[in-house]
């Protein structure tokens, strides 16, 4: 009978999504969501897709999951908890909060686990597969309950990153690739970087000519040099994708022999390079010129990006002072940098600049400080001589084979693409579908952008906007205003400019007949970035959240810009050190109802007047900090009068309104 009374419910498919409160809803596909009570939810988690059964209780409309289509989670990350001396893993994620029964895999004693300790789990057992409860297996032990280190191994582990560096061979020879490489170690090349950076990848040289134009020539570091194609050491390169930078750490694609030692451009150490050598005209126009060919160079001064933006911006940079030559050298440079920017200015995209948060650590991984990198004319330098040379990849790729490793970028998704008018013209805009499908057109409008009083619709156009790709064929790049780039400026860093750098020696060798890389590159390498970018920001929410918990009990008071607008409130950036900060509607007015967050136009209205929008600096003061979920709440120090006191002001004022005549309003 039960199961007649089953078959004869109607069913719906959905998406399990779960409450702080123990229920649950399944959303459809058609945008109907129906309640799930607390015992219907012991069976189920967070994501799961489902098929459920509709029935009617007390009047109400609820949905019984019935069916797993497809089980949310496999393997999680989450933390140890002894019930009943019974060993149980809570998973490490905000919609996931109960305890499961879990066991050991072969190999890992339990006794090796105690309270709190990170682990790697993975679900065996699924109450809607006909099982008895939740079940899971510990396959790993990440680290001990309060290890300071937790949040660089957690987030690794979390989307299962290499957590070493690469294995280290115990001999290095220079590949026989026939290559002729033009002696370079005496010109005076330099490198300009961090303090601290050992993987130093590119040195510059520059000459202004007497016609006004300028030669610059780009050495990069060469790693091909030493890895041959399809090794062991080339496919683990490509396994990784790219260095995997974290707040206070990284983990390199390469072996630190070969990155920091063998292949960087050292100060007095000659080093194998490939190099592009090309034209720059007064105006910063690149001439479709550029030579490529392989070299030995000698680096003949490490400068720092503070000391030179010190120099070139201030005059001085203390007692250090650049010889004669290394002097030429900067000064060409920065012309060339001036042109570059001016050609940018007028005839590509532009964005505005934001700065950089870096933090400071102890031995211990405390946070000491957090600081602001502003981006300054030594950034701008070395920027523009690596954009100059990944467009002369760009053409040269395209010109002799017609693939390579591109970053393309679309410009607007072209679904999109009606409202993106319609939002443009609104705003006095003057412009189409057909402009802003070409280059010029894409160009234009962000120059137009960057000349409003205020970000918000530079905000709100940036939702409209395609993601930059990496594809094996040529293709503009809208975000930058360019009609074709490579990338081949860090190949100690990127496994794809190890590509474009044996493609680049091919033509250097007189090559015709190469094989396009994998079809699968460009998605292997755009998913590393996509996990390395997620590590990194849950790093460094982490960090934050340590860095920032006395700062409830303190009320201490920060400026923010307001970036993002959803239905449930709206997320900031605290401009002093960048932490993201989430503003609930219930902290911004004693009754929700009387606030609309409307995502779409990016503001947020009360009582029916706009108060916020995309863009705006306010002022907030943090009330709580979740560890556990490494979030951060807080809410406007602005005040807002109740709806009573708002209707006492509007009573008054048609008072007022009322009592004066025509005669005597003024």
């Not at 940079?317 to 440079?333: D, F, H, R, V, Y």
């Amino acid at each position: 009978m039960k199961q007649q009374i089953k078959e004869s419910l109607p069913k719906k498919e959905g998406t399990i999504k779960t409450t702080e409160k123990f229920f649950g809803f399944l959303e459809t596909a058609d945008k109907n969501s129906y309640f799930i009570p607390p015992p219907y939810m012991k069976k189920v988690m967070h994501g799961d897709k489902v098929v459920a059964l509709i029935r009617t209780e007390k009047d109400k409309e609820v949905a019984e999951p019935n069916e797993l289509l497809e089980q949310s989670v496999d393997r999680f990350i989450g933390r140890v908890k002894m019930i009943h001396n019974r060993l149980n893993v809570v998973p490490d994620h905000p919609q996931l909060k109960d305890a499961i029964r879990t066991k050991t895999r072969r190999g890992l004693s339990p006794k090796e686990l105690t309270e709190g300790d990170w682990v790697v789990a993975k679900l065996t057992q699924h109450p809607l597969k006909g099982e008895n409860g939740f079940f899971c297996q510990i396959s790993e032990k990440i680290t001990d309950a309060n290890d300071s280190i937790a949040p660089w191994s957690v987030t690794l582990a979390r989307h299962d990153l290499p957590k070493k560096d690469p294995e280290p061979q115990n001999h290095w020879e220079m590949l026989d690739e026939s290559l002729i490489r033009t002696d370079l170690t005496q010109q005076p090349f330099i490198t300009i970087d961090g303090e601290s950076t050992t993987d130093m990848d590119d040195a510059l040289h520059s000459i202004a000519n007497d016609n006004g134009t300028f030669t610059l020539t780009i050495a990069i570091a060469d790693p091909t040099a030493y890895i041959a194609e399809n090794t062991e050491l080339d496919n683990q390169a490509r396994k990784r994708g790219f260095t995997i930078y974290l707040p206070g750490h990284n983990i390199p694609m390469l072996p630190r022999k070969l990155s920091d030692d063998l292949c960087s451009l050292r100060e007095d150490e000659v080093r194998p390079a490939l190099c592009c050598r090309v034209t720059i005209e007064a105006d910063g126009n690149i001439l479709d010129n550029a030579h490529f060919f392989s070299a030995l160079i000698k680096s003949q001064s490490r400068l720092s990006y503070d000391n030179v933006s010190e120099l070139i911006e201030n005059g001085s940079c203390g007692n250090w002072w650049p010889s004669k030559i290394i002097a030429e050298q900067l000064t060409a440079l920065h012309a060339i940098t001036k042109a570059r920017m001016h050609w940018r200015k007028t005839r590509a995209a532009t964005f505005p600049d934001y700065p950089d948060y870096r933090f400071e650590l102890s031995e211990d991984n405390d946070v000491i400080a957090i600081h602001v990198d502003t981006r300054r004319i030594a950034n701008r330098m070395v920027e523009e001589a690596m954009v100059t040379a990944n467009i002369c990849a760009g053409r040269t790729l395209r010109g002799h084979f017609g693939f390579g490793v591109f970053n393309t970028h679309t410009g607007f998704n072209s679904e999109k693409m009606v409202d993106v008018v319609e939002l443009i013209n609104q705003y006095g805009g003057k412009t189409s579908a057909e402009i802003l499908e070409t280059l010029e057109g894409f160009s234009t409008l962000h120059h137009w952008l960057n000349v409003q009083d205020t970000s918000y619709l530079d905000r709100r156009i940036r939702k409209f906007q395609s993601y930059t790709e990496i594809s094996n064929v040529p293709a503009p790049h809208f975000a930058m205003g360019l009609d074709v780039y490579a990338t081949w400026t860090s190949p100690l860093r990127k496994y794809g400019d190890m590509i474009n750098h044996r493609l680049l020696k091919a033509i250097v060798k007189g090559e015709t007949s190469v094989k396009i890389p994998d079809d699968m590159i460009g998605e292997e390498l755009a998913l590393h970035r996509k996990h390395h970018r997620i590590a990194e920001r849950q790093v460094t929410d982490w960090l934050y959240v340590r860095h920032l918990k006395d700062c409830v009990e303190e009320k201490t008071t920060f400026k923010a810009e307001i970036l993002d607008v959803n239905r449930a409130g709206m997320r900031v950036r605290l401009l002093e050190n960048g932490a993201m900060v989430f503003i609930p509607g219930t902290l911004i007015v004693d009754n929700k109802k009387r606030v609309e967050f409307n995502s779409e136009q990016g503001i947020v209205l009360i009582d029916g007047i706009k108060e916020f929008q995309l863009g705006n600096h306010i002022e907030v003061v943090l009330t709580d900090i979740k560890e556990a979920t490494r979030s951060i709440i807080g809410k406007p120090t602005c005040k807002f009068a109740t709806t009573a006191e708002r209707q006492k002001v509007d009573v008054l004022e048609d008072t007022i309104k009322n009592r004066i005549s025509p005669n005597n309003a003024k």
